[in-house]
């Protein structure tokens, strides 16, 4: 918890609980034990309590009736309604990019891409799904918008625990490489239309593959 030191400790426990429901650590359905979440932060059970308060106001969290709090499940509708909004902030932040990115920040990306492509050949998922996230990262400070900045950040986490096993398929790690390149051509060129074709197909891609993999898999049982 050392990045997070100078906040206070309710902050802090909130923060590291949170990142551990974005990155699949704690998992879905399961049950937040006050007294074994601060024995395992080395904290009292009071900043784990105002910390789970904080997650479910973020809809992380639920309480149920006679079993306490536990990792919010995430429905099929729960991820339409993300992607839907993720849809219309990411052909948005196109849009700006087309307008106002500079030609050091398209060679930045140029570099992000290849770093990216080197990740795929290395097969280190940890990497690759950075490599993704900063490539993308270019693209969303080439707007200039840093509201925009925060909500695309935001929806990005509520996607995270997804990213992993999307990346996870050696098909769609080679064409992501040619989406990147596709992408950076098209904002060279400002040629928006065709950037928000990228953009859509993209995401309409992950879509499709999710509910494909995970609801399918849970209908199945």
Known sequence: MTEYQYMPLRDVVFHTLRR????????PGERLMEIKLANRLGVSRT??????????????????????????EITEKDLKDVLEVRMGLEELAVKFACQRITEEQLDNLYHASRKFEEAVKREDLTELAQADVDFHDLIYKATGNERLVQLLNNIREQMYRYRVEYLKDEEIRGSLVQEHDTLLEKLSQRDLEGAKQVTQSHIERQQAYILETIYGQNEKK
Do not use: C, N, S, Y
């Open 20 to 27: 551990g429901i974005m990155q699949g650590d704690l998992k």
């Open 47 to 72: 900043p784990i309590r105002e910390a789970i308060r904080m997650l479910e106001l973020e809809g992380l969290v639920v309480m149920i009736p006679r079993k306490g709090a536990q990792v919010a």
